[in-house]
């Protein structure tokens, strides 16, 4: 471990930014590479001073803090930057996670490599990724929505938007506000499936999965499960395959339906034709409820 700890030193580069993810729970998640960093850092960007000192002092690291948040990030930028050009070791963390995804971090970003200077960042704890990773997704692509809006119309709007999507969204909530999102999701999905995963890699951490009226219903019966941060994965809507019914099909069956029931003419089309007997009943019905609606 010691070796890989002192490469990891070995490559600090003066003059660069390291943007640091540091753990959303557990500190045991703190990599060999974040160490080094900080350990090496003469000036340490962070969201909130109190709760990075708790950190660095859980490894026996005193580094120089200031604080860096979304109300000064911009006029902050300028002191980073100076002490770039003075050939220090500088590095941004957050209060968790990695810096810029939901977090200060994205304007400091772009302001340090305008003034010419290299930004790296150090992988580490995700709590989107960390979600994505037990929520079963086999999707190869997602969506990350950050947190959900606190309006209750523009959450409406946002959550409609999601019915017919056709990757995962990853959301974030709050404890105050969650009953209010899974309430609305309800009427618009109820059996869509859903990860909701909750303190993350801490103490209490729990995730629950079924369709979102089963984990609303988890929620209004155990009060525990509506505390600490949350992370939501929103599997995809089912898409029905089609199945295209060749015209002799479609002909055969449009006579049978005439004198049949319809669950018997597309049982026997199904056997005169070779196709689908559930494609011909859809079609039936499909078609039944055109001509009711004209």
């Known amino acids: 471990m010691q070796v890989h700890y002192q490469k990891a030193v070995a490559s600090i580069v003066p003059q660069t930014l390291y943007v640091v993810a540091t753990p959303i729970g557990n500190l045991a998640d703190l990599s060999f590479h974040a160490l080094a960093v900080l350990s090496r850092a003469d000036l340490i960007c962070a969201e909130d001073t109190r709760v ?3 950190l660095l002092r859980a490894y026996g690291i005193s580094g120089r803090l200031i604080s860096v948040r979304e109300q000064n990030e911009q006029s902050m930028a300028q002191r980073v930057i100076d002490a770039l050009a003075a050939g220090k070791v500088v590095a941004q963390v957050s209060d968790a996670g990695t810096p ?3 977090d200060p971090g994205a304007r400091l970003v772009t302001r340090v490599r305008e003034a010419g200077f290299t930004v790296s960042p ?17 999707e190869s692509d997602f969506y990350f929505a950050g947190f959900v809006p606190a309006k209750s119309g523009e959450r409406q709007q946002r959550l409609k938007e999601w019915q017919k999507v056709v990757c995962p969204v990853v959301m974030f909530e709050t404890p105050h506000r969650i009953m209010d999102t899974l309430a609305q999701m309800a009427v618009l ?3 869509r499936s859903m990860l909701l995963a909750r303190e993350i890699s801490k103490t209490h951490e729990t995730y629950i999965t079924g369709t979102v009226a089963h984990i609303q219903t988890v929620l209004q019966t155990d009060a525990n499960q509506k505390r600490g941060e949350m992370v939501l994965v ?6 029905e395959k089609q199945v295209d019914l060749s015209a002799e099909a479609i002909r055969v069956m449009q006579i049978l339906v005439q004198e049949l029931p319809t669950k018997q003419a597309a049982a026997l089309a199904a056997e005169i034709s070779g196709e689908s007997k559930k494609a011909l009943y859809d079609w039936a019905i499909a078609e039944k409820n055109s001509l009711n609606n004209t």
Do not use: F, K, N
């Open 52 to 54: 990075t000192h708790q």
């Open 122 to 138: 150090v992988a580490g704890p995700s709590a989107v990724m960390a979600a994505l990773s037990v929520a079963g997704v086999t």
């Open 234 to 239: 929103l599997h995809p809507a089912e898409v």
């Open 100 to 102: 810029a995804i939901c």
């Open 189 to 191: 999905y109820p059996l």
